[in-house]
């Protein structure tokens, strides 16, 4: 068996040290474009931020150490050129020499990962103008920083441009982020991402954050770059870096005739194969099966990429095996925020048309009698029928990378809201609650399903006028009301609330709310079982200032 | 509906919340003989330690704001003496003012929990002896604190005497721990508690942990106590304090006549009715069903306490509810370091004849090139046919508690070690691995199960003796050899052994060892696949040294 992998990197790797495994007889050369092979790309923004003081510490191994250890031959400074299905060899450029040349297969592993995406826009190759992916980039973006530069320009708001942005500020570089959508972190959606906007605009000195605007060109001036944007607004600093996504490395794949979907990436099936049988595709550069809406989409992360590379290696060597698909469980720190999810948003839900329910809460990441409790807001989605979990998203500090996991191990296992309702987690004060948060939003949501406990969203409450307007009560302290409410908003604390359903209409829709959620849903249970027709808005004020953060005082 | 509730805690108090969610128009009475409700029990020891500072932070509620938020009628320092089944009346006595009378129920829940054990030992009652289950016996045990005292002995290494430990010694009291068994933490499995063990070592000053002894008896000497070893030595303190386990308070179920297990558990069904259907029980008080072995035991946690008492109060008022049983899922922090446990240990599938196979990891709690990564030890539990976990332990520093609940969803999933390869979790540098613990555990067992990765563990490899002796081979690099190893073996390193493979005895079991089993088992695959019978020792030497902690430099 001669086994030949284009990209040396998360798949790539991956994919040959299983191999090697699984055949100590097999032939397998790995080729790679880079200087490197097996680096941590996840890690880069952190050298650049000095975190990751140690740039070796970024090569998890060597050409060298893959040679000794695994016995495999590994060719970097390789770019192969061409594929030729009918011969089945490749063929392969040395980049130091020049010198060209084919090698066969039996069979081949495409891993060459996504580019970053470089719009055709005016002077978009000017030098300043970067891109990250691998060590020469970070080199590059570093090499600016260190010889001082005072500013920065970020364009993109996803998870590389907002490490970037954190790396930047670490080292005092001052930080504008263009983002074209309206809000950051666009995988999430919009009202998830106002506690990072928030934590932005803290960094009031060093942070400028620009939403639905967009870079549409770039010139040099005083050797700094002038990026004009969409708005008319122009901004200069010696370094400008590109994180507006990336798109799968497919030319290859495209010129010998292998199918791609309709957004570049390589068509596989469950065994990793594209459609020619013995070529393999694994990484940032296929298609994947979203598992949640079980259509083709493209999710360039580390997790999967490693895992098919191990499964693309294992269906070479006979295995059975099958990719389940991807759910998109990502995560990002942000200032000691941390933003996390798993399965569908709300907002990829509606584009898919699939039906959903949700709810917010917004609890403690441990027993809140114990010191340093952080809150976070976590909204859970799921199908209104039998409450199938089809995806989460959490933000706030500590503990929301645990709550992700767990979801996503539930939406793996197809749990339901009732299955969470039942989830036994580990409880200490330090580490969670006697009802953990997954706990909570199995409580909220398993009550909304089985009726005892109607929600409204705060976008659904807001769509309502005129006469579909309903009666808005406030069930917390006159101290909360005041410090801040909802517009139209009475005030009847929980505490009172029995003795005051006189003052309530009957025959009009009555939205109650409070701080969280928690409290407006006991006055929905108190008022449904007094005959009136209320709903809870769900999560409480704290949601409703996650869509009106300027209300926040 | 009346509903009358017995204790007022964890599950008493959960139970009547959400019964009064349910329905506004039910009478719910909730007795308490302690002198309040609805406080944190877990948090106790923290408030002795002086971490949680203001004592009215344990009381979660209060009976002022229980009556005045969910209308319940709740009587404090009220010790119901019986229950009478067929007049469906309790019997009450206030204990301040001894009046005594007789209160009607439609139906009734038992919450009593679950009493400290007090061996019948000479001197067991002398004041200095206490127990901890509510804020009074903190106040007593605080006050000894806070008047000086230096020093204490705490019997019972189990979760509470452990926390009691790390508490004291914050405080500044010389601990000694007497534990009957030859480990701490008996739910682990012995090995799995060596780190712990150690960090109690390294507290040298502090405490001193003395293991396979207990106490035989009290006396009083010095206005202090005496304890009696059963070694004969003598430790004398201040402050005594037993956490040798809980027995339940069952004594009025057994008087009414109703169910109990052979370790005292109130029996009930699914539903959690008592085999008076009229009567739910619920919490540390009852007999649960232990999900893997499917039999009876006692869970004393506040989790399931929680939830039972909701779903006590789900069925009074009408709704379908099923208790899946218990999976133990606990924590414990000590000094910086977490232990965990979901499910099954392996001790106790001996004990119920349940086949199992196992591996142990020691990953490192995010990515290893990003700083301050933990190293945590790891074990797995899981059917030796089709991969089902039964079980998990984890002991390390950060990212303990996130793994075992991601394992606990996955038992209750019924998800095999296959599924735990797929398991697609969040990750950045600073949160995980892109092959993170939870999947490396599911790769190293699944290659168990599908023949690829023969493995043994220490204590099978430590009962091989005379003929059966294996040739045992380190891989690892000389300097690791050199630094201790495991007595007897060969130093072959990896990065060579393809090179040395005629110095390996054919028609010998050959067992393979590394660091932590990474290359160990790399080299199980070269020698198979070379034609050796060889096993790799799983966990390496890192789970030798769990075992033989004395060797360790
Ligand atoms: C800055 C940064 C931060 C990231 N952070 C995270 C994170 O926190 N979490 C996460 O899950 N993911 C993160 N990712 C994404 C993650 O790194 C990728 O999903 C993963 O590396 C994809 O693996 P891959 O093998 O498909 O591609 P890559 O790792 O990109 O490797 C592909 C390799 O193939 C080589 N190649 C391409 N074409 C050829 C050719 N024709 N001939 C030879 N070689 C070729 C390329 O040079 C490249 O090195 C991050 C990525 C970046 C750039
Ligand atoms: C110090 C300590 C630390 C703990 N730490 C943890 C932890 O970290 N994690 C965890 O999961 N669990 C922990 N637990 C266990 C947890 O607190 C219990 O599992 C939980 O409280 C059990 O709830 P329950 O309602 O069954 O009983 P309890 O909470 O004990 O409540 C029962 C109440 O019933 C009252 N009662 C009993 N009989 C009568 C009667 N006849 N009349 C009137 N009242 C009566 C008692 O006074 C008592 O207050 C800890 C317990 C203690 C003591
Ligand atoms: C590191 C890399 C070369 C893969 O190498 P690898 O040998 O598969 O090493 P890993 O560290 O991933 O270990 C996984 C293997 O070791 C085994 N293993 C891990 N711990 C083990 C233990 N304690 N005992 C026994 N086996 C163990 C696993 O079973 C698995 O083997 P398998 O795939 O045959 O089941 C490749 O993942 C890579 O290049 N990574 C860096 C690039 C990257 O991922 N970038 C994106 C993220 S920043
Ligand atoms: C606090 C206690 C009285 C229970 O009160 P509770 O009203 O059930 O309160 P919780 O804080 O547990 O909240 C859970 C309820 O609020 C609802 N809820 C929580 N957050 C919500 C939100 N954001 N929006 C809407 N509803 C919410 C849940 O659905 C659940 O209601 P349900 O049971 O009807 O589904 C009881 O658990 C107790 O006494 N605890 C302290 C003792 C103890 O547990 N000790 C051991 C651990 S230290």
């Known amino acids: 068996m001669k086994l030949l992998i284009i990209g040396g990197v998360a798949g790539g790797a991956s994919a040959a040290t299983r191999a090697r495994r699984l055949s100590e007889t097999a032939e397998i050369v790995m080729f790679e474009r880079g200087p490197d092979v097996s680096f941590a790309n996840c890690g880069l923004p952190y050298h650049i931020g000095g975190e990751i003081k140690d740039r070796n510490k970024l090569l998890v191994t060597t050409p060298a150490k893959l040679h000794e250890r695994f016995n495999l031959d590994v060719r970097v ?62 080199d590059r973006i570093k090499a600016i920083v260190d010889a001082g530069a005072k500013s920065a320009i970020v364009i993109g708001a996803g998870f590389i441009g907002l490490e970037m942005v954190e790396n930047l500020i670490h080292r005092g570089v001052q930080t504008t982020v263009v983002e074209l959508q309206d809000q950051v972190l666009p995988p999430l959606d919009r009202e998830m991402t106002t506690p990072l906007a928030e934590v932005l605009a803290a960094k009031a000195k060093g942070v400028t954050l620009l939403l639905s ?4 060109g770039f010139e040099s001036a005083d050797e700094e770059i002038v990026v004009q944007l969409k708005s008319g607004k122009r901004l200069q600093a010696p370094l400008v870096i590109l994180g507006i996504g990336v798109k799968p490395e497919n030319q290859l794949a495209i010129a010998a005739g292998l199918e791609v979907g309709p957004r570049g990436g390589i068509r596989v099936n469950e065994q990793l194969q594209t459609s020619d049988p013995d070529i393999y595709a694994v990484g940032d550069a296929i298609e994947v099966r979203d598992v949640i809406s079980d259509s083709p989409t493209q999710v360039p992360l580390a997790g999967p990429a490693n895992r098919q590379g191990r499964l693309a290696a294992d269906h ?42 949700m709810v917010y809460i917004h609890p403690a990441h441990h027993a809140g009698y114990y010191p340093g409790a952080q809150a976070m807001a976590l909204k859970l989605l799921f199908t209104p029928d039998d409450g199938r979990i089809l995806g989460a998203q959490a933000v706030g500090g500590e503990g929301v990378d645990k709550r992700i996991d767990v979801i996503a191990v539930a939406i793996q296992a197809k749990m339901t809201v009732f299955d969470l309702e039942e989830v036994e987690l580990a409880y200490s004060p330090q580490f969670g609650s006697a009802k953990d948060p997954v706990n909570m939003a199995g409580f909220v949501a398993a009550n909304l399903l089985r009726g005892d406990h109607p929600q409204i969203d705060v976008a659904a409450y807001e769509k309502l006028a005129g006469d579909d307007q309903p009666f808005l009560l406030d069930v917390r302290t006159a101290d909360e009301f005041n410090a801040g409410h909802i517009p139209g908003a009475t005030n009847i604390s929980i505490d009172v ?34 005959g009136f027709r209320v709903r809870n808005l769900s999560g409480g004020y704290k949601t409703y200032l996650l869509w009106h953060p300027a209300e926040a005082k």
């Open 213 to 216: 605007e967009s870079a549409e």
């Open 316 to 357: 070479i060597f006979g295995k059975q095996v099958r990719y389940r698909g991807t759910q998109g469980t990502a995560i990002v720190g942000l200032f000691g925020k941390t933003a996390a999810l798993t399965g569908a948003s709300e907002k990829s839900l509606q584009r898919s048309g699939i039906p959903y329910r």
């Open 77 to 138: 400074r390789s770019s192969v050129l061409a594929i030729d299905r009918t011969q089945k060899t490749v063929h392969v450029r040395e980049l130091n020499t020049g010198r060209e040349y084919d090698e066969s297969y039996d069979k081949l592993i495409l891993a060459p990962g996504a580019a970053p995406l470089r719009p055709s826009l005016p002077g978009i190759d000017l030098p300043g103008i970067h891109t990250l992916r691998n060590l020469p980039d970070m």
């Open 497 to 530: 609330l029995r003795a005051h359903l006189d003052e309530l209409p009957r025959g009009r829709d009555i939205v109650a709310y409070c701080q969280v959620g928690q409290r407006g849903y006991l006055a929905t249970r108190i008022l449904l079982q007094a």
